[in-house]
């Protein structure tokens, strides 16, 4: 079986003959798809498990990933404060919105930068 990413979904295509017994499936024939987005199956149920493997490996909880990735980042930026270095919170502040960032002061100082 061979996995190729088809449109918005992720899908398995038979490579060799005899490769789903009993389904009828010949070599280069799509199996099954799952949708990258919503993570909805179609296709022959003989593929599932090793579909839903593959997509797991491939796109995986994104929420997941992203949390693990934003904890990773503050571990970095703490190793950097405790050698003194902010370069790195300096370049990702200047990449938010100045909305945000004196949204995140108290409100007692946001009338210091209301002509930002």
């Not at 990413?5 to 199996?31: M, S």
């Not at 798809?33 to 022959?44: D, L, P, V, Y």
């Not at 950097?80 to 200047?94: I, Q």
């Amino acid at each position: 079986m061979k996995f190729r990413r088809k449109g918005g979904a992720l899908a398995v295509f038979c490579t060799e003959e005899n490769e789903f017994p009993t389904t009828g499936f010949k070599p280069g024939d799509e199996v099954a798809r799952m949708s990258i987005k919503t993570g909805k199956f179609s296709g022959a149920t003989v593929a599932m498990m090793e579909l839903h493997e593959e997509f797991e490996k491939r796109y995986g909880d994104k929420e997941e990933k992203y949390e693990q990735l934003i904890d990773e980042v503050i571990e970095d930026l703490k190793n950097g404060f405790d050698n003194g270095d902010y370069t790195v919170l300096d370049e990702l502040l200047r990449k938010v919105p100045t909305k945000n960032l004196i949204q995140s002061l108290p409100e007692e100082n946001w009338s210091k930068f209301k002509d930002l």
